[in-house]
């Protein structure tokens, strides 16, 4: 495994994370889910990234479960807030309130008296952010966050964030966007931003879903038991999933074959080459996923290869900075204007 810092801090995460959203208390039985992040481990994983609203809060406890026994400082655990996870209007959001009961029913959930970063999982309109920030402060001076990050922000709200938590002494270290050879949304605005206030990207949907591991063929049903094919996940996949997409990802294979690499190795090694990304997070419902996703750790593509990626993938890449918010967040952001 190689690790990086993450952000202008001093802690290092392993290149490959490992994350449960849609697999841990929800597609994947617990034995399943525990052997993946035993796998995880074996394999020199040391970051574990989840969220209270995985699995309506299922999922931290089976990550909690999992790594029960394991030696808490080799581990960084990530989690994240935002999104409901209760019937109440103070269940949501990025309150004060908010904030602090979510904190202590992660870590009472997770096993652990700590978090390693804890990550607003969306930006709030509705609450003002140096409200927003104050809390997440006092929970770093409580001990039970160690270091601060965000997910899906625009570049603008998070150098206001930045700026803030400056203010108030603590670090702001790191940015969870979507981000694969596919969706590049966060090249032109968020990367830079995060660069000059000194975060790094911990990125999701590296495989764009699944799609860029080549198995969902132009013209054919998905897969059965693939992500595209379970009720309630499909949505998340089916932009990428036209056949014009599918047909320039096919166009993939030989320059995977060509270094040796699987397709998901090579869509893994591509993110990395990015230098303000410190890490990409795999998802797995069995441990030899885990197995051939970490071999991409370290691997060193050169820029002849960066030009035949985007010669195959063309004009289906995704650049859009206004893209950054999800169709979800965007209908969020209308109901709170």
């Known amino acids: 495994m190689e690790f990086r810092r993450l952000g202008r801090s001093g802690l290092n995460v392993s290149q490959i994370a490992f994350g449960n959203w849609l697999t841990h208390g929800s597609q994947v ?107 997440f402060a006092d929970l770093v001076r409580q001990g039970k966050v160690l270091y601060l990050g965000v997910s899906e922000w625009r570049a603008d709200q998070i150098a206001a964030a930045a700026a803030l938590a400056r203010d108030l002494g603590v670090q702001l270290i790191s940015n969870q966007p979507q981000y694969s050879m596919l969706w590049r949304v966060i090249e032109d605005e968020v990367v830079p931003t995060c660069e000059a206030e000194g975060l790094s990207q911990i990125v999701w949907s590296p495989l764009a879903q699944g799609v860029l591991t080549g198995k969902y063929l132009p013209g054919e049903q998905p897969p059965d038991g693939s992500r595209a094919s379970h009720s309630g996940v499909g949505f998340q996949v089916e932009g990428f999933l036209a056949d014009d997409v599918l047909t320039r990802v096919q166009q993939l294979r030989p320059i995977a074959d060509d270094l040796g690499l699987t397709m998901a190795q090579l869509a893994l090694a591509w993110v990395l080459q990015n230098p303000n990304v410190a890490a990409a997070i795999i998802g797995a419902s069995r441990p030899e996923q885990v197995h051939d996703n970490v071999k991409a750790a370290g691997v060193q593509l050169g820029a002849e290869i960066m030009v035949r990626v985007d010669e195959a993938l063309g004009d289906v890449v995704e650049r859009d900075p206004e893209k950054v918010f999800l169709p979800a967040d965007r209908a969020a952001r209308s109901t709170a204007a």
């Open 29 to 135: 039985e617990e034995d399943a889910a525990v052997a993946c992040v035993h796998a995880a481990l074996d394999v020199g994983i040391t970051t574990f990234d989840t969220a209270d609203v995985y699995a309506a809060t299922a999922a931290e406890s089976v990550l909690g479960r999992a790594l029960a026994g394991q030696r808490r400082e080799g581990l960084e655990i990530a989690t994240k807030l935002y999104w409901p996870t209760g019937p109440g209007p103070n269940d949501r959001g990025l309150s004060r309130k908010h904030i602090i009961e979510s904190c202590h029913a992660s870590l009472r959930r997770l096993g652990t008296d700590y978090v390693d970063l804890y990550q607003a999982h969306r930006y709030d309109p509705t609450v003002p952010l140096e409200e927003t920030m104050t809390a």
